[in-house]
């Protein structure tokens, strides 16, 4: 009983006080007014998320890949300066990659968060391995995103080129130090691997019934004629100081010479097989 008397108590004040004051504001006495206001900041654009892909560049030219990046901004998207947006990629002992444009791929449903995709051009040479992403956003006042990272995986690309497709030499029975007429054959490094070393694997010529054997030729990288290292038939021969490096200016430069073997037909002589060019070291 005694709850429900104070209960019934603490109601009835309630009222009370509550409705008090409304009776003295309708009593006739004068009112006034006063105004409200106030102010909202501005919210900085943070990245969210970054994405972290895995590339293969294209054999002796450039690609160009995309990275996607989330930005929220609690001011709305259209806050956010989608066309200043930025990413790069970047690796030690590297150029940096710099995206060329950016621009929005979609909005989240609350109109908060944009997915921005950038382009960026990446090259042939560009290392394995990982390398640093760091995307930005503005909204195009002084509340920047700070730079938010993730890493891309550049994957091995092992690729060369040799720009003469096919050598051929002219001379007598008997005439030593023969140049192959297409002398220096150059190997461009159309890849990212660097090779310490260059292996050649020859063939027997054949023709009119006689043979010139993979032994009369001879390679070096000096232009020297006579001098270099003698090849062997249907057997990998490494190429002293043959190297290639890898840039956009790799090349390696190798020079062939023929001891013209005595007593052999007076025809044309062709390889049994093409001869294989295979870098090493990588």
């Not at 292996?199 to 270099?228: E, H, K, M, Q």
């Amino acid at each position: 009983m005694k709850k429900e008397t104070l209960s019934l108590f603490i109601f009835l004040a309630t009222i009370i006080a509550i409705t008090t004051p409304l009776v003295i504001l309708t009593s006739g006495a004068t009112t006034d007014t006063f105004s409200v206001s106030t102010t909202v900041g501005n919210s900085a654009p943070q990245i969210v998320w970054v994405e972290a892909p895995t590339e293969t560049p294209n054999a002796g030219t450039t690609k160009v890949i995309t990275i996607d990046f989330n930005v929220t901004d609690n001011n709305s998207v259209t806050d956010i300066d989608t066309a200043s947006s930025s990413a790069n990629i970047t690796k030690a002992g590297e150029a940096d990659r710099l995206s060329t444009a950016c621009w929005s791929v979609s909005n989240s449903s609350d109109q908060k968060t944009q997915r921005i995709r950038c382009n960026i051009t990446i090259y042939y040479y560009d290392a394995d391995g990982a390398w640093d992403i760091c995307v930005y956003a503005t909204d195009g006042t002084a509340s920047d995103s700070d730079c938010t990272s993730s890493d891309l995986t550049m994957n091995s690309l092992d690729d060369i080129s040799v720009v003469e497709t096919s050598l051929s030499f002219s001379g007598s029975p008997g005439e030593q130090d023969v140049a192959a007429t297409e002398n220096p054959l150059t190997i461009n490094n159309t890849g990212n691997q660097v090779y310490t070393g260059i292996d050649l694997t020859a063939y027997n010529l054949t023709g009119g019934g006689d043979t010139i054997g993979a032994t009369n030729f001879a390679v070096n990288t000096t232009a020297s004629g006579g001098p270099g290292d003698q090849l062997s038939h249907s057997t990998p021969t490494t190429i002293t100081g043959a190297s290639l490096n890898k840039g956009a200016t790799a090349t390696e430069e190798l020079y062939f010479y023929l001891d013209i073997p005595s007593g052999i037909t007076a025809t044309t002589y062709n390889s049994v097989s093409n001869w294989v060019i295979d870098p090493t070291g990588n």
